[in-house]
């Protein structure tokens, strides 16, 4: 102990048995770090990671097909991991990588031209209900073969750059972009797309650069990369001479790392893409792209996401066997919420926009949160336990409490002085101080239910210290307000970390 130099972060250490030390830390010193926190902004707790320009690829849904809850698990996911490196001061490009390019766009634009000959007048209207017209033309498809010979043709004009297929396919891919759009506005998600049609051009350079590197061999009329540890290998060209989802992802990974400049490249999807990934990295190391190190930058990783899971442990499907559309799952958060809250009385004086708002706050963290925890679904909407409720309920009362008070937190701030003298004061300042750790684990893990559970402890800290030492009235009113505004500081942030709407008052 003699050999520690002293320092204001200790109060004291001490041997505890063999190979053990137990060091406390100072109150004075940590109740210090949190009023400098409140002073200089919770933007001085974020975590310094060595990363400048990180790509998360997220979300990317595919053209023409509804957005499903697979795809609102990876841009939920996708969003709090980008903003979590955003916080920590990376520059996040966030990519949408959708499905906007393959053989399917020969049968939907040929099945366009087939069923409305004027569908260039007819714009909108001719493709209303974009997901059956995509069942549509798919059912033709399978039990037509001489449509499935003129869709095939229609892959080869559309290839070509013919300009009728061109514009049909820019009005497909629109229709359903704006479709998306309705969903990432209604979560607050911002992302920017580059699909995988971005990549076309790139391709064969960076397939002849593999093929130059001996890389790249010939199988059964097609290309393929063999990789080691795999038994199937990478096919980058197919046997008819098209490319496929492993040519485009190649070629992104090289574009993102020579053109983008990233460090850091996170794909979020279904684990069932596991394998896919596993192999396009395994050939960026082989060419020598990215170091065969994992502890190295550049480096990429996948995050692999279970499938979303109804209450019979099956995959979640509607009755109709149908999965589930994102907009109903929206629809019902929000008005389940909006019952809650009118039928117990809370929104009383609320005007309707008030309980509006509220009602999407609650209903569309709700859905996040409980991803983001893994939680089951038919948890996700209950208002004790790990739920977003409770936690938004949680930080309201916080609020209330300080408002009550009638004093004002910001000359608090300046004036006032925080003591962590009672043992639930000391739990829930240390509690505190470990925001940014916490935030550096999720990112190294790329687990953002990390962040959840921190959260979560927090709640409970704070309900514990709030049963325990009284606030307002008491002669401690000043550093317990403090407090308490650190607190809600702390869970506002992980609220936005986790892209969830803070309430105020309920
Ligand atoms: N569109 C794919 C899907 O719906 C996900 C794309 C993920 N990103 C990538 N670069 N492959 O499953």
């Known amino acids: 102990m003699k050999n520690l130099p002293p320092s204001e972060m200790i109060e004291s250490c001490s041997v505890a048995g063999p190979g053990f030390v137990n060091i406390v830390l100072s109150k004075k010193w940590m109740a210090k770090c949190i009023q400098k926190m409140l002073g200089d902004g919770i933007g001085t707790w974020a975590p310094s990671i060595q990363v400048k320009r990180a790509v998360v690829d997220f979300s990317s849904p595919n053209i023409a097909k509804e957005m499903h809850v697979g795809h609102l698990r990876s841009t939920i996911i996708g969003d709090t991991i980008a903003r979590m490196l955003e916080f920590s001061n990376v ?248 019952a809650a809250l009118v039928e117990r009385g809370k929104a009383a004086g609320w005007t309707a926009d008030e309980i509006e708002q509220t009602a999407e706050a609650v209903g569309y963290s709700a859905v996040k949160y409980a991803d983001l925890k893994n939680n089951s679904f038919d948890q996700m909407l209950n208002d004790r336990g790990n739920t977003a409720v409770y936690l938004l309920y949680a930080h309201a009362r916080i609020c209330s409490i300080i408002r009550k008070s009638g004093e004002d937190i910001e000359a608090l701030k300046q004036m006032g002085e925080i003591v962590l003298d009672h043992d639930d004061e000391r739990v829930l300042g240390l509690h505190l101080l470990q925001f940014a750790e916490v935030v550096e684990e999720a990112l190294a893990n790329l687990l953002p239910s990390t962040l959840c559970e921190y959260l979560y402890n927090l709640t409970e800290y704070f309900t514990k210290f709030y049963s325990n030492c009284q606030v307002v009235g008491s002669a401690e009113q000043t550093s317990r307000l403090l407090l308490c505004e650190a607190t809600a500081v702390v869970m506002r942030k992980c609220f936005h970390l986790l892209g969830m709407i803070p309430v105020y008052r309920i």
């Open 91 to 338: 520059e996040v490009l966030r990519r949408n990588h959708v499905g906007d390019w393959g053989t399917q766009f020969g049968m939907l634009i040929q099945y366009l031209f087939e069923e409305t000959p004027n569908w260039e007048e007819a714009g909108e209207k001719a493709i209303s209900d974009l997901q059956a017209f995509y069942r549509a033309s798919k059912a033709k498809f399978d039990e037509d073969p001489a449509f499935k010979a003129r869709a095939q043709q229609a892959v080869v004009h559309l290839r070509g750059g013919e300009s009728q297929y061109q514009t049909a396919w820019a009005k497909i891919c629109e229709i359903s972009r704006r479709g998306f759009q309705v969903i990432y506005q209604r979560l607050g998600i911002v992302l920017e797309e580059k699909g995988e049609s971005f990549y076309n051009p790139y391709i064969p350079r960076v397939l002849s650069m593999l093929n130059d590197q001996g890389l790249i061999e010939e199988s059964e009329g097609a290309r393929i990369i063999k990789i080691e540890g795999h038994s199937i290998p990478l096919i980058v060209v197919k046997s008819d001479g098209g490319y496929n989802y492993a040519s485009t992802d190649l070629a992104a990974v090289w574009y993102r790392l020579n053109e983008e400049k990233a460090d850091w490249i996170i794909y979020v999807t279904d684990i069932g893409q596991q394998q896919h990934f596993d192999m396009v990295f395994s050939a960026a190391k082989l060419a020598g792209w990215l170091p065969s190190q994992a502890n190295l930058y550049p480096k990429t990783n996948h995050v692999p996401l279970g499938f979303v899971c109804g209450e019979d442990g099956k995959r979640f499907k509607t009755r109709s066997g149908d999965v589930v559309r994102l907009v109903e799952l929206l629809d019902e958060a929000k008005s389940r919420c909006k």
